[in-house]
């Protein structure tokens, strides 16, 4: 389990568990859900697209996802958010099964830029990920005080002068671009419960983001290890551990919460 061909795989999927539960914490605040959703599945056809033309299936994974990203807030601001989303999804979801059907893929490679090949990460793709990670964690920092109050208290945002629609922008292409680092390593279909579970879990425990995100990174490093010793083990889908230990941690953030609010609403 830490033979030197698994180096990689442990590398690789703690900077995706980092940068997830960092994205993620956004994500839950601002009930971008089904956002988190839809743009791994475009970078899932950018990747199959990429593959068929000959191109790096990371490049294809970026392009489409932040063609998306633009497309679900550009759109989404001159009708119901939830319907451009969807229909955004079904498309781009449409264009990854014209492009493997074109292709002459491996269901074995379909497989994976599906649910991800996190035990059999290569040398080359480490570097990318972790360049793409950096990025992600840096756009993360530099844009938190605006995104957490315009999350929080978007009049209060507007009436400093921070425009909502900008900050949407640059939420969407922030996950769009961990989106296109995390694909390669647990899958476009994996990435949602990851980048969701941990984050969620968190903030029953935290409202306080100082205290709630890196809690949220914990929790996502202890989901990808857990499901990869348990992967390693068993010789069972890593994907199944993943959202497995996202599920019970939720369930239990959520157990917290409630026995937390009970004890409260006694003593008062």
Do not use: C
Not at 203 to 215: G, N, Q
Not at 246 to 260: H, K, P
């Amino acid at each position: 389990m830490f033979s030197d061909f698994m180096t990689n795989t442990w590398i690789t999927a703690s900077v995706v568990a980092i940068i997830a539960g960092g994205v993620g914490f956004f994500v839950v605040l601002r009930g971008s859900s089904f956002l988190a959703h839809a743009l791994p599945h475009g970078a899932f056809a950018g990747a199959a697209g990429a593959t068929l033309i000959g191109m790096d299936p990371i490049l294809g994974m970026g392009i489409f996802a932040v063609g998306g990203a633009l497309a679900v807030t550009t759109l989404g601001r001159r009708g119901r958010s939830d319907v451009v989303i969807a229909l955004s999804l079904v498309v781009m979801l449409a264009f990854g099964a014209l492009f493997l059907s074109l292709g002459s893929q491996y269901s074995s490679e379909v497989f994976a830029l599906l649910f991800g090949q996190i035990l059999g990460v290569s040398s080359a793709e480490v570097l990318p990920i972790v360049v793409l990670g950096a990025l992600s964690a840096v756009a993360i920092i530099t844009g938190y005080r605006p995104l957490l109050l315009s999350s929080v208290l978007p009049e209060m945002a507007a009436a400093r002068g921070i425009s909502t629609y900008a900050i949407d922008v640059y939420f969407a292409l922030v996950v769009a671009l961990a989106t296109a680092m995390s694909v390669p390593v647990v899958g476009a279909l994996l990435m949602f419960s990851l980048m969701v579970g941990p984050p969620a879990a968190a903030r029953s425990f935290f409202a306080d983001p100082l205290r709630a995100i890196p809690l949220s990174i914990g929790f996502a490093l202890v989901t990808v290890w857990i499901a990869i010793a348990a992967s390693y083990q068993s010789n069972l889908p890593v994907g199944f551990f993943v959202t497995l230990v996202s599920a019970v941690l939720y369930g239990i953030g959520r157990g917290w919460f409630a026995l937390s609010s009970r004890r409260i609403t006694v003593a008062a």
